[in-house]
């Protein structure tokens, strides 16, 4: 299929999205509430790609695009206010895998969003995404409000040992009670990895975090001394349960994302 630049819409939908959910200290006291995990679509020219976003109280954003018709992902982060029932985003976004970039051959680009929000509820918003080639992409974001993101969140309910859902054993991710993580990969980039998680609101499912890479070998050693961020949610139904990291970084001068999904062991 062929896959068209405005996939970066899906962006700034999502920061839209984001502040649908439920926040506290959110960026607007008198708007709808901004935390929140969302399920979704992003429609271009009549099709539709999937998205899967969280979004913190405090107002941040990562949003996860894929086109279940080939290997294309893209992933957006920023961040999300409302006034009332009306949403504004603004978004950096950029493809996960450079073989499979924009339709217009960019590989990342700056989107804007605005739309507007039923509180817990769903998120109806036009997004305009620019790409680095400077063409502008619109679509539709229609996103539905995901409630375990009302699950309270705790160091003792992330914490344990993790593997890579690409090829299970591979490798080992571990946190601990104290939300001290640690990784390994021995089998194929050879990286190890240190990093923090923390908690945005306990009331809330969506947690920090930050992660360094080191020891990286051969073509994965551009990683080393990387250091990302951004937000993470465990799904503590799902068997096994599934840890999800939408983050982002700079690798070699270019902000650049990660999207990193475990399952326990």
């Known amino acids: 299929m ?45 099709v539709a790609y999937t998205v899967q976003a969280m979004s913190s109280e405090t107002g941040q954003l990562e949003l996860l695009e ?18 009332g029932d009306v949403l504004s985003a603004s978004v950096s976004g950029a493809v996960l895998n450079q ?24 998120i109806s918003a036009t997004l305009t995404f620019k790409t680095s080639l400077g063409n ?11 409630v375990s993101y009302e699950q309270p969140s705790s160091l003792a309910t992330i914490s344990g040992n993790y593997t890579n859902t690409a090829s299970p054993g591979t490798d080992v991710l571990t946190i601990t009670t104290a939300g ?12 190890m990895a240190s990093g923090t998680v923390t908690l945005i ?23 080393n001394g990387v250091s990302i961020q951004g937000l993470a949610n465990v799904n503590t139904t799902a068997s096994p349960r ?10 070699g001068g270019v902000d650049t994302p990660f999207a990193l999904a475990y399952q326990g062991t």
């Open 2 to 46: 062929d896959r068209p630049a405005h996939r970066g819409i899906l962006i700034g939908a999502l920061l839209l999205l984001a502040a649908c959910g439920g926040s506290k200290s959110g960026s607007s006291t008198t708007g709808a509430l901004v935390g929140g995990l969302w399920t979704g679509t992003l429609t271009v020219s009549g």
């Open 66 to 83: 894929s086109d279940p018709a080939s290997s294309f992902k893209a992933q957006y982060w920023g961040t999300i206010s409302s006034s």
């Open 99 to 122: 073989a499979d970039p924009f339709s217009d051959g960019s590989f990342h680009g700056t989107g804007t969003a605005r739309g507007t929000i039923q509180q817990r509820s769903s």
């Open 136 to 146: 502008t992409i619109t679509g539709q974001l229609a996103l539905t409000y995901d």
């Open 180 to 191: 001290v993580l640690t990784y390994t990969d021995p089998l194929t980039t050879q990286c």
């Open 201 to 223: 609101d306990s009331t809330y499912a969506v947690y920090a975090a930050e992660i360094t890479f080191s020891n990286c070998k051969n073509i994965y050693s551009y990683l």
């Open 242 to 251: 599934a840890l999800l990291f939408l983050m982002h970084g700079m690798v």
